[in-house]
């Protein structure tokens, strides 16, 4: 199948646009598709630069720009070189100036500016890596989110990804032969605790995976029978200390932290 490339152009991080472009991408799995990013293109020569990199053969142009003067030398470049572009805030800019009925000030310094909600992601994020694999036990208390499970299971990126979103995530891995950690057992009863559920295949899948990568296998660690018992001893404890479950399986990361977002939110 031949590739097919989108080219994204952005004077910032390139976030917004990645993001959407690659929801969109998810919507056609049977294409391969490439995505090529030009992030901080804030002037013509890095402009001139970018499109110098751009095929005209089976590709499409996103840009995320402020400067009405970039737009149009962008609009220009894909008329001439044939390369389909649209821009990814121009039409909802328009859109909410219809809405407001005042201009917009179009300051690219305004979508990155540190306020309170900055800083609170920076607490949160510091918060999150001292608090990762069981970690910082004594503060488990503070945290807006305590997640449980065993080995595997994604609580550590479930919970970096939550710490950008603003949230003071802990993550704890639970073991059988040691049991509830006595700090988290401090927490019966309390909400904000979630137990990561996974159906043994799967984790599994994801051990193996793991061992193959550190070039070891401890005992039991990739053995089904083995994760049969310690997924089900973990629900045994999950239901005996009062802790909510979520099952992980085939669940993206973005999804799970959706739903934890959702039940933080329900508690406070």
Same mark, same amino acid.
């Given at each position: 199948?031949?590739?097919?490339? *989108?080219?994204? *152009?952005? @004077?910032?991080?390139?976030?917004?646009?990645?993001?959407?472009?690659?929801?969109?991408?998810?919507? +056609?799995?049977?294409?391969?598709?490439? &995505?090529?990013?030009?992030?901080?293109?804030? @002037?013509?020569?890095?402009?001139?630069?970018? +499109?110098?990199?751009?095929?005209?053969? =089976?590709?499409? &142009?996103?840009?995320? #720009?402020?400067?009405?003067?970039?737009?149009?030398?962008?609009?220009?470049?894909?008329?001439?070189?044939k390369v389909p572009s649209f821009d990814l805030t121009g039409?909802?800019?328009?859109?909410?100036?219809? +809405?407001?009925?005042?201009?917009?000030?179009?300051?690219?310094?305004?979508?990155?500016? /540190? @306020?309170?909600?900055?800083?609170? %992601?920076?607490?949160? !994020?510091?918060?999150?890596?001292?608090?990762?694999? =069981?970690?910082?036990?004594?503060? &488990?208390?503070?945290?807006?989110? #305590?997640?449980?499970?065993?080995?595997?299971?994604?609580?550590?990126? $479930?919970?970096?990804?939550?710490?950008?979103?603003?949230?003071?995530?802990?993550?704890?891995?639970?073991?059988?032969?040691?049991?509830?950690?006595?700090?988290?057992? &401090?927490?019966?009863?309390?909400?904000?605790?979630?137990?990561?559920? !996974?159906?043994?295949?799967?984790?599994?899948?994801?051990? *193996?995976?793991?061992?193959?990568?550190?070039?070891?296998?401890?005992?039991?660690? $990739?053995?089904?029978?083995? !994760?049969?018992?310690? *997924?089900?001893?973990? %629900?045994?404890?999950?239901?005996?200390? =009062?802790?909510?479950?979520?099952?992980?399986?085939? %669940?993206?990361?973005?999804?799970?932290?959706?739903? /934890?977002?959702?039940?933080? %939110?329900?508690?406070?």
């Amino acid at each position: 199948m031949k590739k097919k490339y *989108i080219y994204l *152009i952005s @004077d910032s991080t390139g976030e917004l646009g990645e993001r959407f472009t690659n929801a969109l991408i998810t919507q +056609f799995p049977n294409d391969e598709i490439v &995505l090529e990013k030009f992030n901080f293109i804030d @002037d013509e020569t890095e402009l001139q630069s970018a +499109f110098s990199k751009i095929t005209d053969k =089976g590709s499409i &142009l996103f840009h995320t #720009v402020v400067s009405k003067k970039l737009k149009k030398k962008i609009e220009v470049f894909g008329k001439e070189k044939k390369v389909p572009s649209f821009d990814l805030t121009g039409p909802p800019t328009d859109f909410m100036t219809k +809405f407001l009925n005042v201009k917009p000030v179009w300051d690219i310094q305004s979508i990155h500016r /540190i @306020d309170a909600a900055y800083n609170k %992601r920076i607490d949160a !994020i510091e918060f999150t890596i001292n608090h990762d694999d =069981g970690v910082g036990g004594i503060t &488990l208390k503070h945290a807006d989110a #305590v997640l449980v499970g065993p080995s595997r299971t994604s609580k550590t990126p $479930t919970s970096i990804y939550l710490a950008t979103k603003g949230f003071s995530v802990a993550n704890v891995p639970i073991v059988p032969v040691v049991g509830i950690p006595r700090d988290l057992a &401090l927490l019966k009863g309390d909400p904000k605790v979630i137990g990561f559920s !996974i159906t043994p295949s799967k984790l599994q899948e994801m051990r *193996i995976k793991r061992a193959a990568g550190l070039g070891s296998n401890p005992k039991g660690y $990739t053995d089904l029978d083995e !994760i049969k018992k310690e *997924i089900h001893w973990a %629900r045994q404890m999950y239901e005996a200390y =009062g802790w909510e479950t979520i099952d992980i399986t085939g %669940r993206a990361i973005e999804e799970t932290a959706a739903l /934890i977002m959702k039940k933080i %939110r329900k508690e406070k």
